[in-house]
């Protein structure tokens, strides 16, 4: 599996020849100016919860590549009514087998209301299986105790948490979050891009080191093989 970041909460995991899209908040993000929205490949889009530092991009690219959009009932119906014609409503504990894998959506303890004021559903994550592999995208969470369950039922081989602090999880949350899914390799999203969640990266790398565990922060627009 390749992993690129696209800033704040958006990565893009390929998974065979099929393009996963998470979360894609580009054009709005300052930090994010460099990368061609309108040039992503992409097959589906994950949709973690309603708001819209998670989906700022989202209708655009589902119209322009014709992709399908996986999120709760709430949201996939939303953007079916905006015309999105391929879209996939999930709720908590729901499993589906996609042609590149399976998914669960899985609870986050946040909150989801969409831009125009609409009820955004369950805020949640995703645990995806492949053939390649399996990760987890927390999406925006604070810890919680459920995670543990997560761990359980899938060996996990990289998480994608928040790391941010304030809105969610902050670096110790994440690390004990970690322990909980029983995945030691971590890549840390939703910091630095508002004032409210700027971190000290080499702190948080160095604490998770301390911990056994490894954290990676990549660049916006760079790719990691997984
Ligand atoms: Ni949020
Ligand atoms: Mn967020």
Redesign the pocket.
């Known amino acids: 599996m390749e992993v690129t970041y696209y800033g ?2 958006c990565f893009a995991v390929k998974v065979g020849k099929t393009n996963l899209l998470f979360d894609p908040f580009i054009t709005p993000n300052e930090l994010a100016k460099h990368i061609k929205v309108n040039e992503l490949a992409c097959n589906y889009v994950f949709i973690s919860h309603g ?1 819209e ?2 989906l700022a991009d989202a209708e655009n690219i589902l119209k322009r590549t014709n992709s399908t959009i996986v999120s709760n009932y709430e949201i996939a119906t939303w953007f079916a009514a905006k015309g999105i014609k391929k879209y996939h409503p999930m709720n908590f504990g729901g499993q589906w087998n996609f042609d590149f894998g399976s998914i669960k959506y899985v609870k986050a303890e946040h909150s989801s209301v969409l831009p125009d004021g609409t009820y955004g559903g369950n805020p949640g994550g995703f645990i995806v299986k492949t053939k390649t592999g399996n990760f987890y995208y927390a999406g ?1 969470t604070a810890l919680h105790y459920d995670m543990k369950l997560i761990g359980e039922y899938e060996k996990i081989d990289f998480a994608v948490l ?1 790391i941010g602090d304030n ?2 999880m902050g670096i110790d949350d994440a690390i004990r979050a970690s322990d909980f899914i029983n995945c030691n390799k971590i890549i840390g999203v ?1 910091y630095d891009t508002f004032p409210y969640i700027k971190i000290n990266k080499a702190e948080a790398i160095k604490k998770f080191a301390d911990a056994g565990k490894e954290l990676i922060l990549l660049n916006i627009g760079d790719h990691v093989k997984m």
Request: charged share 20%; no cysteine.
């Open positions: 704040h909460a708001h530092d998670h925006d928040p809105f969610t939703h």
